[in-house]
């Protein structure tokens, strides 16, 4: 007959997803991690059919009848409005995986499984970049962190391009020199940036190899460069700046509140960008606790979950350290 899950816990970015069933005790009954979810690439139903296929991954290892699952917790990448939230849980809700179906964006994940209760800032830093707060009173704040049409600059993707227009205007002589413009090229084995422009814009280059060229420019900048430095700099500033305007939004400036970075830019710990972060957030925030989080973001959904259903803090804190013994 097997068992109830209380939470299906799904995390889905653009790269990778990880699902979750959670029993009512806090127990991980069965777990599995699949292909990202992407529905602007793929439409929505196409993005939930992958999606549905790391879920029944998941059901190989644990008898969970599907029908059986109270609640499914979704944060999903690509959901940065309310209204594609809302779609995304009728959808999930209509697929049956669980009784009831909630969809946040992933950023909640990470904040989630980075604090004890839901009550903080987190700003994720990895192919993009995005902002949410929340309160345990429901209230959140947060941005469409959609790019630049949305007032968004850097992420990973933001500063490889960035790095290329400073690299290209130094060697054929309208910007300022600059290291990148040897060392962007170098990484690739080509002599030039001319000749690693033509190779990404005829696809000898694959475009999902861009992402090798942000590691790059925060070792030039580590060195000395002042461009590369400037734009080390600049991502420090936007970080802080959407920290601040959240911390704001929900009366937090002044409170002893955490700040949580994630996304593989800020995880990677590069000294002088999150130096500069908690430098900066001393001054607009004396009183935030800045911290990388370390958990995996499934977590955080799987806790979101749990808060919806009322689950006392022993589930939860069974939760927490089931993922805390993970490698």
């Given amino acids: 007959m097997g068992v109830t899950a209380a939470v299906l816990a799904i995390d889905a970015g653009n790269s990778k997803s990880d699902v979750a069933f959670v029993g009512e005790d806090g127990a991980v009954l069965a777990a599995s991690r699949g292909p990202g979810f992407q529905p602007p690439l793929t439409g929505a139903d196409a993005a939930l059919d992958v999606l549905g296929d790391t879920v029944r991954a998941a059901l190989d290892s644990a008898p969970v009848p599907i029908g059986r699952v109270r609640h499914v917790s979704a944060c999903l990448a690509n959901a940065d409005f309310p209204a594609e939230e809302a779609e995304l849980a009728a959808a999930l809700h209509a697929r049956a995986w669980g009784r009831t179906a909630e969809v946040r964006n992933d950023t909640f994940a ?60 130094a060697e054929d002589g309208r910007g300022e020199p600059t290291a990148l413009a040897r060392a962007l090229p170098e990484h690739f084995g080509l002599a030039s940036v001319y000749a690693l422009v033509e ?113 006392p803090a022993k589930a939860r804190d069974r939760l927490r350290a089931h993922y805390a013994r993970r490698p």
């Fill in 110 to 169: 990470i904040l989630r499984a980075g604090v004890d209760e839901p009550r903080g800032v987190a700003v994720v830093c990895g192919a993009g970049i995005n902002c949410v707060g929340m309160l345990p009173d429901g209230r959140t704040a947060r941005f469409p962190s959609i790019g630049r049409i949305s007032g968004d600059w850097g992420g990973g993707s933001g500063l490889a391009e960035e790095a290329m227009w400073w690299a290209a205007r």
């Fill in 199 to 311: 190779a990404l814009h005829l696809g000898r280059i694959p475009a999902g190899r861009r992402h090798e060229l942000t590691p790059v420019l925060f070792a030039v900048g580590a060195a000395g460069d002042p461009v590369a430095r400037a734009l080390v700099d600049r991502q420090a500033d936007e970080v802080v700046a959407m920290a601040t305007v959240a911390l704001d939004r929900l009366g937090l400036l002044d409170a002893e509140v955490p700040v949580l970075l994630g996304g593989s830019v800020l995880a990677a710990r590069h000294p002088r960008l999150n130096g500069r972060i908690t430098e900066l957030l001393a001054v607009k925030a004396p009183r935030a606790r800045v911290h990388v989080v370390a958990e995996p973001p499934v977590l955080g959904a799987a806790l979101l979950g749990l808060d919806r259903l009322g689950a």
